[in-house]
């Protein structure tokens, strides 16, 4: 079965700041997605940015990038220019292309940021 | 506005009561899912729908039951609740393409007492 760890449980940043949260993933499939969703106070789920296995380019999304290392099975959220708004839960979550298989999810990391 | 909607927000149970989350959206999506979140644990998948008709078990279905009613709803039912059922539940749905992330709605959090 296929897993995703997020090995921080929580972190902190100082604003303005660059910080970067870890994850880590287990499969055997050579095609499949990586995500990381942001959960703020406010309980929402907000898809913040998404990478295909099969792309070598890292996705960017403005402060959001990513550094995609398939071989070492690893996805990890660059954020820069940290705002106070970042700070939430973030999760990074894994799904196969093929049929309905559903998003894994890792535990979370919650990541602060300091004023 | 377009997306997910579940009700409700928050609710209180005793234990060995029963209720039914309700999730709808109007994105024309074919797959739904029910996820709780717990403490420490991340979202965990209970069931899971790939298109009207059809329902899977996820990591964590027992205490659980769920009805795919049409293609808007999917319904997570709670038989006769107990506190380790106190959780945070998600409904979520996924667009068409692979790499589509999912909707999620604002959650339920439900308390057992």
């Known amino acids: 079965a296929q897993t995703v760890t997020q090995s921080q449980p929580e972190m902190s940043v100082q604003e303005a700041e660059t910080v970067t949260l870890s994850c880590t993933y287990d499969?055997?499939?050579?095609?499949?997605?990586l995500f990381w969703y942001k959960q703020p106070p406010s309980r929402q789920m907000i898809l913040v940015i998404r990478q295909e296995a099969y792309k070598q380019q890292n996705a960017t999304e403005n402060r959001f990038s990513v550094n995609f290392q398939k071989a070492a099975k690893s996805f990890s959220l660059k954020i820069s220019d940290s705002q106070l708004g970042d700070a939430a839960m973030y999760f990074c979550a894994y799904r196969i292309p093929s049929g309905n298989t559903p998003l894994v999810f890792g535990k979370g990391t919650r990541l602060s940021v300091i004023a | 506005n377009a997306g997910v909607t579940q009700t409700p927000k928050f609710q209180v149970l005793k234990t060995g009561q029963s209720m039914t989350l309700q999730c709808a959206q109007d994105m024309n999506h074919n797959s739904m899912y029910w996820y709780r979140q717990d403490p420490g644990m991340g979202l965990r998948l209970i069931y899971y729908s790939a298109s009207e008709g059809t329902t899977d078990k996820g990591e964590v279905p027992n205490g659980y039951n769920v009805s795919r009613l049409n293609k808007r709803e999917f319904s997570l039912r709670l038989e006769s609740a107990a506190p380790s059922q106190t959780s945070v539940y998600f409904c979520?749905?996924?667009?068409?393409?692979?790499?589509?992330?999912?909707?999620f709605g604002s959650g339920t959090r439900l308390t057992v007492v």
């Open positions: 499969t055997s499939e050579s095609d499949y997605y």
């Open positions: 979520a749905s996924r667009g068409p393409g692979g790499s589509y992330g999912y909707t």
